[in-house]
């Protein structure tokens, strides 16, 4: 602080205790940077209120109004070590955060097309329709991870069974040879015996199974849906 600002700031006075002029010395150097007319007027202030008191009444004021340097982080309307007017952080330009990207809603259309797909895909695409479906069917938010299980395990069981009926039926077929070499007419008869015309060959049993995996996903597809409605119904409620 100049002299021109405050004259007699560091001039000793007797009316000033000796805690009174350290405390002023103190403040005067802590203001450096402050605005000069306010300053000033923080500095007139303090020693009005010090003036003409003993030492101990000089103490206690001083202890009430506090450390030098608070003073003049009050004056620049920051504390300590702060920067006078800090600037509000600029807005990200940036696109929105993986989290926020996660958060968003699934479009309802996801979990219809993932529906029709398991129900219709395998017949417009064979194979590769159906597994787009059931791909779609687990990404998505729509089906809890058991409906998900469920409608991918029926097609699964299905099929496999169906492969078991198509592999004894076929093997029924064919029955293993007698160890008799007797006579080729008799071994015609035999074959002939051995098949049966009341059971139906392996691709019959094929060939109807898939038509019914095809009727098979059509109910799975259908309750995919209904139970994705019913899941965007209570999201919405």
Not at 16 to 38: C, F, H, K, N, S
Not at 89 to 100: L, N, Y
Not at 169 to 190: K, N, R, Y
Request: proline share 7%; hydrophobic share 55%.
């Amino acid at each position: 602080m100049t002299d021109a600002r405050l004259p007699d700031a560091r001039l000793p006075d007797a009316r000033l205790a000796d805690a009174a002029t350290a405390y002023l010395a103190r403040l005067d150097a802590a203001l450096t940077g402050v605005d000069e007319g306010t300053a000033a007027e923080i500095l007139a202030g303090v020693r009005e209120e010090l003036l003409g008191q003993d030492a101990a009444a000089t103490g206690a004021r001083i202890r009430e109004l506090g450390d030098p340097e608070f003073i003049a982080a009050e004056a620049r309307g920051a504390l300590p070590g702060e920067p006078a007017a800090s600037a509000p952080a600029a807005a990200p330009v940036s696109g929105p955060s993986p989290a926020a990207a996660d958060a968003r809603p699934e479009p309802a259309w996801f979990a219809v097309v993932a529906g029709l797909l398991v129900m219709l895909g395998g017949v417009v695409v064979p194979v590769l329709g159906g597994l787009a479906g059931y791909v779609m069917v687990w990404l998505s938010t729509a089906w809890t991870r058991g409906q998900k299980l469920i409608a991918t395990a029926v097609p699964v069981v299905y099929l496999a069974v169906l492969c078991a009926v198509a592999a004894l039926v076929m093997g029924g077929q064919h029955p293993p040879a007698t160890g008799a070499t007797g006579a080729a007419g008799a071994g015609s008869a035999e074959a002939g015996a051995a098949a049966n015309p009341l059971l139906p060959a392996g691709y019959d049993v094929l060939w109807s199974g898939v038509l019914l995996l095809a009727v098979l996903q059509l109910g799975v597809g259908a309750w995919l849906l209904a139970a994705a409605r019913r899941t965007r119904m209570r999201r919405a409620g």
